[in-house]
């Protein structure tokens, strides 16, 4: 059989390396450097059957990601019927950035500090990581193509101006279509906005429909101030939807807190745990099969907060 569609993961059938991590269960603050050849073990696993992979990532209730769960402590459900974990691991693999950047007229009183929140995001960047960058005010522009330098991104964000209305939505279609450029297996996108959409092509069902099909996982940083539009107050609930159907998240964010959120943004992507499993309901159907995740704390853990892609399109043949 061939493989499902994965979240956040290209798959098929061949050969897949996990990493599984054992020990206590500790609160990671890793950046930069790769994964530890110990936690990363050269056995293969031949799969000759459907599997499904899901990322998941796991903090505590400021932020840090949490490691040392094992395979006991998830539970997984597709279209809420329980499955059986058959793959479980941790991995630092490198990761394709798309960062979308908001210079819209809104943005000229917080440039700098959103400069300053992508300098941290990238501190903790790994040296296989690529990215690239799209700016965007009434249209979006491809500034920066992939690129390993990411002082290109930083320096490219040094000569930005403010100016304009916002075509969020535009942007990030944008970003995921210059996304599947990428040969790497993890994908991500970084929003850095101070509002809702006021003048996309795209709608946001559009977009939504494009989250899905998508294996880019999705955080997003908005700078909220008093709604004075439709549009501004839809942007939270907006970037939420789609931040957390990716697997990723939406943190609404003081000013002077965004680049400390950046920085904490930055180590979560890079410490994700992979739970795979082979659904009990094989029929290749082409529907959306929605996913949850469950974490069954250790004993003296508590108020763990879970994210993971929502769901997946089952081979319609």
Not at 19 to 40: C, I
Not at 55 to 77: A, I, M, S, Y
Not at 99 to 115: H, P
Request: proline letters at 6%.
């Amino acid at each position: 059989m061939g493989s499902l569609p994965l979240m956040g993961w290209r798959f098929c059938p061949a050969l897949l390396a996990l990493g599984v991590l054992y020990g206590q269960v500790t609160v990671e603050t890793r950046a930069r450097a790769s994964a530890p050849p110990s936690l990363m073990p050269p056995a293969s696993l031949r799969i000759d059957s459907n599997l499904v992979l899901v990322p998941v990532t796991v903090c505590d209730n400021h932020n840090r990601p949490v490691t040392g769960l094992e395979k006991q402590h998830f539970r997984v459900f597709d279209d809420s019927v329980e499955q059986t974990v058959t793959h479980f691991g941790m991995e630092d693999a490198p990761v394709s950035v798309g960062l979308v950047f908001d210079i819209s007229g809104s943005m000229s009183s917080k440039l700098r500090l959103a400069r300053e929140a992508v300098s941290e995001f990238m501190s903790t960047s790994n040296p296989e990581d690529d990215f690239f960058l799209v700016e965007f005010n009434e249209r979006p522009k491809l500034v920066t193509p992939l690129t390993e330098d990411y002082r290109e991104i930083e320096s490219q964000l040094a000569f930005a101006d403010a100016h304009g209305r916002t075509a969020l939505l535009d942007a990030i279609v944008l970003a995921m279509h210059e996304m599947k450029r990428s040969h790497k297996s993890r994908k991500a996108l970084l929003i850095v906005s101070d509002g809702g959409d006021n003048c996309s092509r795209y709608t946001a069902g559009e977009l939504k429909n494009l989250v899905r099909e998508s294996d880019a996982i999705i955080y997003a940083t908005g700078i909220y101030g008093l709604a004075s539009s439709p549009e501004e107050l839809a942007g939270p609930s907006l970037l939420t939807d789609i931040a957390e159907q990716s697997g990723g998240r939406h943190f609404a964010v003081d000013l002077h807190d965004l680049p400390d959120i950046a920085a904490k943004i930055g180590i979560e992507l890079r410490n994700r745990y992979v739970i795979g499993y082979s659904p009990t309901n094989q029929r290749r159907d082409g529907r959306y099969h929605p996913v949850q995740v469950k974490v069954v704390p250790p004993r003296g853990i508590s108020s763990l907060r879970t994210s993971w892609r929502r769901g997946y399109y089952a081979p319609s043949e």
